[in-house]
């Protein structure tokens, strides 16, 4: 599928997957790329979600179906115990698959690989969610079978799946067998007890840890003609889960069925004799129920009242909620490229991933690699606040509440956590799905405690976009006491008198550079908590008195603790060199010499795959935007002089080996002038799964970066800002785009924003007007009515970017010549 290349019309092989602006379509099979295909052709809901697996069950490189947050518990041994080391692991399980279709006909099995195919179309339809399959398949014995299919995960039933699958016999009759199946693949083999082509490969911290001892324990089967279920309960989480399936079968054949239910594999049989011109058809819906420890009959009752609601009601209902749920999505998240519909098609599956991620994820967090795959063991970072709650916050405001929601249940294990550090306040872990720290390396994990200021930054944003203080004032509020608690007490004041609040100890989202001393990126952030903290306290305590008091008796807040925080904010310590005229990564960072990317060879990439972490400490090297993910957060902070010195230091120093880097250079690129960089950092991260450029597609969806793709659009090159709670547009259209219109929903109302070549157009679509700013001009926008600014130009332009020559060479601080090197391999 792939073709290595920055030219958005060349990234994909546009003869097998053809440039549609609604629907990701396959035109030919291959079973080369199974593992990438299975990540596109997902589909999921936020809670339940289904690889794009053949529905015939027995091709693919890794099955899966898998429950936001269902996961096993499993004890972590470090090679050296130390105190504090996380203790328990927890990794997402691939629940039992009831994608499972089998047919036969004159008993010869369909297998697509080998299979002759004399049509094929497979496509995942963005606008009602629906992956659709139609082929012509010639068999052995030269008979033509067409067979259609369906598969939707449902946006409107969270706990639903429905399947669809047609057979016709075109020219001959012919004995047809569809088993339909629901079926519990035990820890990564399949029903024939052959690994899974994914877990034979190499190393890779990035894919899910593989478990010891079966997960899923027995707990009921039952099954009659037309229903099936089975239970489980994890053997260590103890969490439980029901499956029930109904099979409903229409055809004007001759036909009988006949239901096999043991421990793992409940099925029906569908034996047809098959005429001619006369359609079998298969209609499959599916409930999933979990819990964490409620009886798994209990759940089974649950599936049962859910495919009873669906058999009321109608299959057709169903699909048309969907279609009414997306059309109402679209209406609001909709990022239209004119001209362009190799990149619309691209940008509407990434904003589809989103949906598929966090819609019904109520709960629950929103795992790294959504529903699509087992990757990074389904766990929760500060993507999910940095990069994915954005479009939540400004599309659908709603999800974002939910997510931020989930962060506020986790808070007593933030507060144990944090304890348990030798902290005060409350500290959220790295990574995680049940709330426990679950990072077994600590230097790149634990120690990144910017998280804390990550989540409060969602938090504030949200809450200034939607006006939502009920939220903020009875439960989000205990967010921001705690974590500026947690990093007032973090840092410390020096004793020499220089009068400054230090941060040491910490590692800053560049994953290169761990443990250090005053990161410019967690200092910057941490300054903007601890002032949002004691603004908020502040804020109530004149306005709502009576939930400030039960605010400061619930969490023993002390009458001076504001001020505390706030003279800590004030005093940070932001490092700045001034014989560079840049800000250091960290106070030792410009100590280390510079890595030599431009000499390093292609097959070395990514580094944390071939070098020793040791190794990479030692240099001036970066797995993702660290300075520069500041410079947009916290852009308010820095004067346009500075945002070009750090941006032109730290661009060729950046690998892009982490995927949540190139949206936020693209970002600051295109804010600088480096409009042609701009563009190429954005097309690597909007192709990033649809091409495989990191080679790991098949581990499932890089969400983060999906979600980073409408910041790019949005606040790169539409150039919208929300510091300080006003929306102010400063726009970088892209040369050669016919125009750029994105919609934000702002304090109810939704503004739509159009970007053209020599102007800016506002309208609000619905709601109250809505003041904004553009070019530091104030605009009113009246609901419905366009208005007009004109633009002289798209920002300031500057060719080709930034070289590595330009920094080796540079003298520190103390004079010394800094060098540009690469490791011996």
């Known amino acids: 599928m792939i073709r290595k290349t920055s030219d958005e019309q060349n990234t994909i092989d546009r003869l097998r997957f053809p440039a549609d602006p609604w629907r990701l379509v396959e035109a030919r099979f291959s079973a080369a790329d199974l593992g990438?295909?299975?990540?596109?052709?997902?589909?999921?809901?936020?809670?339940?979600?289904?690889?794009?697996?053949?529905?015939?069950?027995?091709?693919?490189?890794?099955?899966?179906?898998?429950?936001?947050?269902?996961?096993?518990?499993?004890?972590?041994?470090?090679?050296?115990?130390?105190?504090?080391?996380?203790?328990?692991?927890?990794?997402?399980?691939?629940?039992?698959?009831?994608?499972?279709?089998?047919?036969?006909?004159?008993?010869?099995?369909?297998?697509?690989?080998?299979?002759?195919?004399?049509?094929?179309?497979?496509?995942?339809?963005?606008?009602?969610?629906?992956?659709?399959?139609?082929?012509?398949?010639?068999?052995?014995?030269?008979?033509?079978?067409?067979?259609?299919?369906?598969?939707?995960?449902?946006?409107?039933?969270?706990?639903?799946?429905?399947?669809?699958?047609?057979?016709?016999?075109?020219?001959?009759?012919?004995?047809?067998?569809?088993?339909?199946?629901?079926?519990?693949?035990?820890?990564?083999?399949?029903?024939?007890?052959?690994?899974?082509?994914?877990?034979?490969?190499?190393?890779?911290?990035?894919?899910?840890?593989?478990?010891?001892?079966?997960?899923?324990?027995?707990?009921?089967?039952?099954?009659?003609?037309?229903?099936?279920?089975?239970?489980?309960?994890?053997?260590?989480?103890?969490?439980?889960?029901?499956?029930?399936?109904?099979?409903?079968?229409?055809?004007?054949?001759?036909?009988?069925?006949?239901?096999?239910?043991?421990?793992?594999?409940?099925?029906?049989?569908?034996?047809?004799?098959?005429?001619?011109?006369?359609?079998?058809?298969?209609?499959?819906?599916?409930?999933?129920?979990?819990?964490?420890?409620?009886?798994?009959?209990?759940?089974?009752?649950?599936?049962?009242?859910?495919?009873?609601?669906?058999?009321?009601?109608?299959?057709?209902?169903?699909?048309?909620?969907?279609?009414?749920?997306?059309?109402?999505?679209?209406?609001?998240?909709?990022?239209?490229?004119?001209?362009?519909?190799?990149?619309?098609?691209?940008?509407?599956?990434?904003?589809?991933?989103?949906?598929?991620?966090?819609?019904?994820?109520?709960?629950?967090?929103?795992?790294?690699?959504?529903?699509?795959?087992?990757?990074?063991?389904?766990?929760?970072?500060?993507?999910?606040?940095?990069?994915?709650?954005?479009?939540?916050?400004?599309?659908?405001?709603?999800?974002?509440?939910?997510?931020?929601?989930?962060?506020?249940?986790?808070?007593?294990?933030?507060?144990r956590r944090a304890q348990e550090l030798s902290q005060k306040g409350a500290l959220f872990p790295w990574r995680t799905i049940n709330g426990e720290e679950a990072s077994a390396y600590y230097a790149a994990g634990t120690a990144q405690y910017h998280i804390d200021a990550d989540v409060s930054y969602a938090l504030v944003q949200y809450v200034r976009a939607t006006g939502d203080t009920d939220f903020l004032r009875r439960e989000a509020v205990d967010i921001l006491v705690e974590t500026a608690r947690m990093w007032e007490d973090l840092g410390f004041w020096r004793v020499n008198g220089d009068d400054n609040f230090h941060i040491h100890g910490v590692t800053g989202p560049d994953e290169y550079t761990t443990v250090v001393n005053d990161n410019l990126f967690t200092n910057v952030m941490a300054r903007f908590n601890l002032r949002a903290a004691a603004l908020v306290v502040e804020r109530m305590r004149e306005d709502y008195p009576d939930d400030y008091a039960q605010m400061a008796d619930r969490?023993?807040?002390?009458?001076?603790?504001?001020?505390?925080?706030?003279?800590?904010?004030?005093?940070?310590?932001?490092?700045?060199?001034?014989?560079?005229?840049?800000?250091?990564?960290?106070?030792?960072?410009?100590?280390?010499?510079?890595?030599?990317?431009?000499?390093?060879?292609?097959?070395?990439?990514?580094?944390?795959?071939?070098?020793?972490?040791?190794?990479?400490?030692?240099?001036?090297?970066?797995?993702?935007?660290?300075?520069?993910?500041?410079?947009?957060?916290?852009?308010?902070?820095?004067?346009?002089?500075?945002?070009?010195?750090?941006?032109?230091?730290?661009?060729?120093?950046?690998?892009?080996?982490?995927?949540?880097?190139?949206v936020v250079q693209s970002i600051i690129a295109a804010e600088v002038g480096y409009h042609e960089l701009a563009i190429e950092y954005f097309l690597s991260s909007l192709f990033v799964d649809l091409a495989n450029l990191h080679a790991n597609a098949a581990d499932g969806v890089h969400v983060a970066s999906a979600g980073g793709t409408w910041t790019a659009l949005v606040c790169g090159f539409g150039g919208m800002r929300d510091h300080n709670g006003e929306l102010t547009f400063d726009p970088r259209l892209p040369q050669g785009w016919e125009s750029l219109a994105y919609r934000l929903t702002w304090q109810g109302s939704r503004l739509k924003v159009t970007v053209l070549p020599d102007a800016i157009e506002l309208v609000v679509e619905t709601g109250d007007a809505v003041q904004v700013s553009v070019r530091g001009k104030d605009v009113d926008v009246a609901p419905g009515e366009v208005t007009r600014v004109p633009l002289e130009d798209q920002g300031p332009v500057r060719p080709g970017r930034p070289s590595l020559r330009a920094l080796s060479g540079n003298r520190r601080e103390d004079g010394t010549l800094i060098t540009a090197t690469v490791p011996h391999s």
């Open 555 to 662: 969490l023993g807040l002390g009458i001076t603790e504001p001020t505390e925080w706030v003279r800590a904010a004030d005093h940070m310590s932001i490092p700045y060199a001034e014989g560079i005229g840049i800000h250091p990564q960290d106070s030792h960072f410009l100590e280390r010499e510079i890595w030599d990317l431009a000499h390093t060879p292609a097959d070395r990439r990514p580094l944390l795959l071939h070098y020793h972490p040791l190794v990479i400490y030692r240099y001036q090297v970066l797995k993702q935007a660290d300075v520069v993910l500041a410079l947009f957060l916290q852009g308010q902070h820095f004067t346009a002089e500075e945002k070009l010195a750090d941006f032109e230091y730290y661009d060729p120093l950046t690998t892009g080996d982490s995927t949540l880097s190139g």
């Open 36 to 415: 990438v295909t299975e990540t596109l052709f997902a589909t999921a809901n936020g809670y339940l979600g289904m690889r794009g697996n053949v529905e015939e069950g027995r091709e693919s490189h890794a099955h899966g179906t898998f429950i936001n947050g269902f996961h096993e518990t499993w004890s972590i041994h470090h090679a050296e115990e130390a105190y504090g080391f996380a203790k328990v692991g927890q990794t997402i399980v691939n629940v039992p698959d009831a994608k499972v279709i089998r047919l036969y006909v004159d008993d010869e099995p369909l297998l697509l690989p080998v299979a002759d195919l004399v049509d094929y179309e497979r496509s995942l339809d963005l606008r009602d969610g629906v992956l659709r399959r139609e082929l012509l398949w010639r068999t052995p014995s030269g008979k033509r079978v067409r067979i259609r299919s369906e598969r939707m995960v449902s946006f409107v039933e969270r706990h639903l799946a429905v399947m669809t699958f047609e057979v016709t016999m075109l020219d001959d009759a012919a004995p047809v067998a569809i088993s339909s199946q629901v079926l519990n693949r035990q820890d990564g083999q399949d029903e024939y007890h052959v690994r899974a082509a994914s877990l034979g490969e190499g190393f890779d911290p990035r894919k899910a840890e593989q478990f010891a001892g079966r997960v899923l324990q027995p707990q009921t089967q039952w099954g009659d003609d037309e229903r099936l279920v089975l239970s489980y309960r994890c053997t260590n989480s103890g969490m439980t889960l029901a499956v029930a399936a109904d099979d409903h079968l229409e055809t004007e054949n001759e036909w009988d069925v006949r239901t096999q239910v043991d421990e793992d594999l409940a099925k029906h049989v569908f034996r047809v004799h098959a005429e001619p011109g006369r359609p079998i058809r298969l209609t499959k819906t599916v409930a999933y129920h979990t819990s964490r420890g409620v009886p798994s009959r209990e759940l089974v009752d649950r599936c049962r009242r859910s495919l009873d609601r669906v058999r009321d009601r109608g299959i057709a209902a169903e699909m048309a909620d969907q279609r009414a749920w997306l059309d109402d999505f679209w209406a609001r998240s909709d990022v239209e490229v004119e001209g362009r519909p190799e990149i619309q098609q691209a940008v509407r599956w990434n904003l589809f991933q989103l949906a598929q991620a966090t819609a019904r994820a109520e709960g629950n967090g929103v795992p790294a690699k959504g529903l699509t795959g087992s990757g990074y063991s389904g766990h929760y970072f500060w993507d999910t606040e940095i990069y994915v709650l954005p479009f939540l916050t400004y599309t659908s405001p709603r999800y974002a509440r939910n997510a931020l929601r989930f962060r506020y249940q986790m808070l007593d294990a933030a507060r």
